[in-house]
């Protein structure tokens, strides 16, 4: 969390907390002024927000650094659209949140990992049976007089190609 704090002092973020979240604000502004004026609308940030959300569907995204699952998001992105121009900007941001190469590649295969069996047809389509929670005792006294509503996962928007 130290360096996080670091590189957005550097390019003058005031956040009270670092978070992969705010990490993606923060990554997607300043690549987005660097795309042509055409060319901004095919980078949405409401796209990488719920692929951001897929991720933290996962425990083991809780692991990553939130500066580093916030470049893997849109690094993965900038790929997928083809923007060739955005490279260089992806390597300085890398370069400034001092992100290792070999850290932002792993965390990078997870995330493509994970959105590719996110959008599949496996994963979409939910399971008949009900849903069982396992808790303790306690836990559940606490619970008994609670109402809870489970709500569907987020889904990833379509790119505007």
């Known amino acids: 969390m130290r360096m996080e704090k670091i590189v957005l002092e550097k390019v003058c973020w005031k956040v009270k ?41 996962r425990i083991m995204f809780s692991k990553a650094k939130p500066s580093v699952l916030a470049l893997s998001i849109i690094a993965l992105e900038v790929q997928a659209q083809k923007f060739i121009e955005l490279t260089e900007g992806i390597e300085c941001l890398q370069k400034h949140s001092k992100i290792n190469c070999r850290d932002l590649t792993f965390w990078q295969e997870l995330v493509a990992k994970c959105l590719t069996e996110y ?18 005792g306690r836990t559940a006294r606490q619970l008994k007089h609670s109402y809870y509503k489970i709500t569907h996962l987020p889904t990833i ?5």
């Open 17 to 57: 907390a670092t978070t992969a979240f705010q990490f993606l604000q923060l990554y997607y502004s300043l690549i987005h002024e660097n795309l042509p004026f055409e060319r901004r609308k095919n980078l949405s940030f409401e796209r990488l927000e719920a692929q951001l959300k897929a991720c933290h569907c």
């Open 119 to 136: 959008s599949s047809n496996k994963c979409s389509k939910p399971n008949v049976q009900k849903l069982k929670w396992i808790v303790s």
């Open 157 to 161: 928007p379509e790119t505007g190609s």
